[in-house]
């Protein structure tokens, strides 16, 4: 891999990471630039999806656990909170009741009903923002429900919480906080009196009005502040109403009211905060918020009971004390004519009042998030730590290993996270954690895409000029191969030659010789390219070609024979168009050997071709240079007939011939051609066969004969007439024991 290629790979992955560990960072601290018009785009961004995903994990966790408890009911015991129960307000209550909003007298007697079954705290999700319009009644409805809320909280322990809501606008606002809210203000400390939460003001439209603000019950806000993709994430645990002034909403003051412990605020330089509990301390952001931990929002982790069974409820119901007794009661909106419902992390239509239980539920059984920067410690950790294995696996350069590996190292943190960090309340950023893995597997497989396509084209200019369409394909999948040096292979060279044609080029001009030879060139090369078959290279009117490198095609023998076979066969027809425009005709020899050769690029690193040198190679230009002297068209060594696949081509052995450089001998045979004169005489080419036979049991006499017969019917067959003149010779002179009479030496090239 070349220097650039390294550091673009280095480079786009230490960017990806950069960007999505800021992106984690991010979403960390998103909340914090609500209002933020420059960073909108990037918070938005990065929070909704990585929330998103964790609220996805939340989910299938949640719902594998309540699939365990509809299949095992004794687990509902184990799951639903023992502190906390919902009455709701469903439809049945309101079918019920007929008419909504809900008439206060029947408030007025929940209340007493949830006294009279012994439930210690009632917190309402429910306004009271305007007075009865009734004249039915001796008492107000209104007063009847003050009188009830002040009965409820004679007995010691006992609390009404009405809610409120608060805006982060004056003019929706009081301009002074109510006398009846002094009462809640929470103890607090800042490092001094700049260092505050964001501002709120409480919102005359929800206030109470002053029969049961002035009952003596609890007040505090509920409203909340959506994220930025419309999901409710944040809870408003404290809101800043006055310069530094807090008050507690809904689920803490129900927190202070069932256990009577006290909540302390702290406000540091960075403009957040902290909520001190006990040895607790719960992070805030800059608007007093934390982030809700859901337990649920639903049956099978709060219990909860219809409205109208409290409502009308027999006094004497022991089951219901027992469900009702010591409970902090959540009266909210179930209904959906009601249209109380928040799009949350668990359900999109989840009832408001959820909220507020399951912040509770987290302050009751210190159900929190673990501190932040442990999840951050973690995020990142897992995110190196995969990103480490993920380069070590790719730096190997397996595709395949390396796709398996990322989808496994998504799979085990994923597992990870399912099985320990979500339980225990790490808030693990995966997102942006997986997002990296595959950006960064993307980014070197693009960059290493790139650089194949680059070797490919590399390839392609090298070999396309001698290679067949095919087998540059099949070489792209293994670029390794374009390097200068040699391999051992086994292949079957041929040589090809155009007789006389010293002679032909003398006859024509320069542009008719380049047409002609163009012509002859391109038939012979195509039929080299559909046999499998590399081209080596041009030497004039020569062609030197071979087949079984650069890969392996299977039989190369037969292959590179069948090319021989074509050409002769193609030889006609290209003669015929030469006929026509007057120029000389074709004759051509070939040979062809098989064995081991050295084969690769040879040259340079810049300059190079791709040829196949050794011996068997210079046995084939052997076999061609000899094809004169035999009279014959195609020659192949013993070395290639005995390899070829049996009855694909007609042959006959012609000599054992010792050629120049060697010296051990080799049978030669010729391979007959389609119109080839005793491929059409078949009885006159068993008759050579026969006569070959003889002259090699040396009955020279008898093989005399049998050559006769065959040059009465083909004179112009030299291999019949050479074998011959040597039967005569050895009949006159008698070879000697020891002497193989069927070897021929030649001496020239």
């Known amino acids: 891999m070349n220097l650039l290629g390294r550091f673009a790979k280095f480079f786009g992955v230490f960017l990806i990471t950069l960007t999505c560990c800021a992106a984690i960072i991010i979403s960390v601290v998103g909340r914090e630039f609500r209002n933020s018009t420059y960073m909108d785009f990037f918070v938005t961004f990065s929070t909704s999806f990585e929330s998103n995903f964790y609220d996805f994990r939340l989910r299938k966790q949640m719902e594998v656990e309540n699939q365990k408890i509809k299949e095992d009911p004794k687990l509902l015991e184990e799951y639903q909170s023992d502190d906390i129960i919902l009455v709701k307000i469903d439809d049945a209550t309101l079918a019920r009741i007929g008419i909504y909003p809900v008439p206060r007298d029947n408030w007025a007697r929940l209340i007493d009903n949830l006294n009279h079954f012994g439930a210690k705290v009632i917190a309402f999700d429910v306004f009271y923002p305007e007075k009865s319009k009734s004249c039915s009644y001796e008492e107000s409805p209104d007063q009847l429900l003050a009188n009830s809320i002040t009965k409820f909280q004679e007995t010691e322990g006992n609390k009404v919480i009405i809610p409120y809501t608060t805006s982060e606008y004056k003019e929706d606002g009081y301009e002074e906080i109510p006398d009846r809210l002094w009462d809640y203000l929470m103890d607090s400390q800042a490092d001094s009196d700049k260092d505050q939460l964001a501002l709120f003001y409480v919102e005359k439209s929800n206030f109470p009005i002053d029969e049961i603000a002035n009952s003596g019950t609890d007040l505090a806000y509920i409203n909340m502040i959506e994220d930025r993709d419309g999901v409710f994430r944040h809870y408003p645990v ?168 990322l989808l496994c190292l998504i799979a085990i943190t994923y597992f990870l996270d399912y099985s320990y960090f979500l339980p225990e309340g790490y808030e693990l950023r995966l997102f942006f954690t997986f997002l990296n893995l595959a950006l960064s597997y993307s980014w070197i497989t693009g960059i290493n895409f790139a650089e194949s396509n680059k070797d490919k084209k590399k390839i392609k200019g090298a070999f396309s000029r001698y290679v067949a369409p095919a087998i540059v394909n099949d070489m792209l999948d293994h670029p390794d191969k374009l390097k200068v040096g040699g ?263």
């Open 238 to 405: 404290v809101r800043n109403l006055n310069e530094g002034l807090y008050f507690p909403s809904l689920g803490i003051r129900a927190f202070q009211a069932y256990t009577g412990k006290d909540v302390k605020v702290t406000v540091g330089k960075h403009l957040n905060g902290n909520l001190i509990f006990e040895d607790n301390s719960l992070y805030l952001n800059n608007m007093g918020e934390t982030k809700i931990r859901w337990y649920g929002a639903d049956r099978f982790r709060f219990k909860e009971i219809s409205m109208q069974d409290v409502l009308y409820a027999d006094k004497d119901d022991a089951e219901l004390k027992k469900r009702l007794s010591g409970k902090v009661a959540f009266i909210g909106s179930t209904a959906l004519g009601a249209h109380d419902f928040r799009n949350t992390p668990v359900d999109p239509k989840t009832p408001g009042v959820y909220a507020h239980m399951n912040i509770l539920y987290m302050f009751l059984n210190n159900f929190f998030y673990q501190d932040l920067y442990e999840s951050m410690k973690y995020t990142f950790l897992l995110l190196l730590v995969c990103l480490a294995i993920l380069m070590t696996v790719m730096y190997f350069g397996n595709p395949i290993i390396d796709f398996l590996t």
């Open 487 to 749: 391999e051992r292979r086994d292949i079957t060279c041929m040589f090809s030659d155009v007789r006389d044609f010293t002679s032909i080029s003398e006859q024509l001009s320069a542009n008719e010789l380049a047409s002609a030879l163009n012509r002859y060139m391109g038939e012979m090369t195509d039929i080299v390219f559909a046999t499998n078959g590399t081209l080596d290279k041009y030497i004039g009117d020569a062609i030197v070609a071979f087949w079984g490198a650069p890969l392996d095609i299977g039989d190369h023998v037969t292959q590179a024979v069948d090319a021989a076979v074509k050409m002769l066969e193609a030889l006609p027809a290209i003669n015929e168009e030469f006929k026509a425009k007057n120029l000389p005709e074709f004759k051509i020899g070939l040979g062809l050997n098989s064995g081991e050769c050295n084969v690769g690029n040879m040259g340079s690193d810049q300059i190079f071709a791709y040829t196949a040198l050794g011996d068997n190679m210079n046995l084939g230009a052997r076999l061609e240079s000899s094809c004169k002297f035999y009279g014959a068209q195609i020659l192949i060594s013993e070395y290639t007939h005995d390899r070829l696949e049996p009855g694909k081509f007609t042959t006959r052995l012609i000599d054992n011939v010792q050629v120049k450089g060697k010296t051990e001998p080799v049978k030669v045979y010729e391979v007959l051609y389609s119109y080839h004169p005793l491929m059409l005489d078949q009885d006159s080419l068993k008759t050579f066969k026969e006569a070959y036979e003889l002259f090699v049991a040396k009955d020279f006499k008898g093989a005399i004969e049998k050559f006769n017969q065959v040059l009465a019917k083909h004179p112009e067959d030299k291999s019949s007439l050479r074998v011959k003149e040597s039967c005569e010779y050895y009949l006159e002179n008698p070879p000697s024991a020891d002497q193989d009479h069927t070897i021929t030496v030649r001496t020239d090239k």
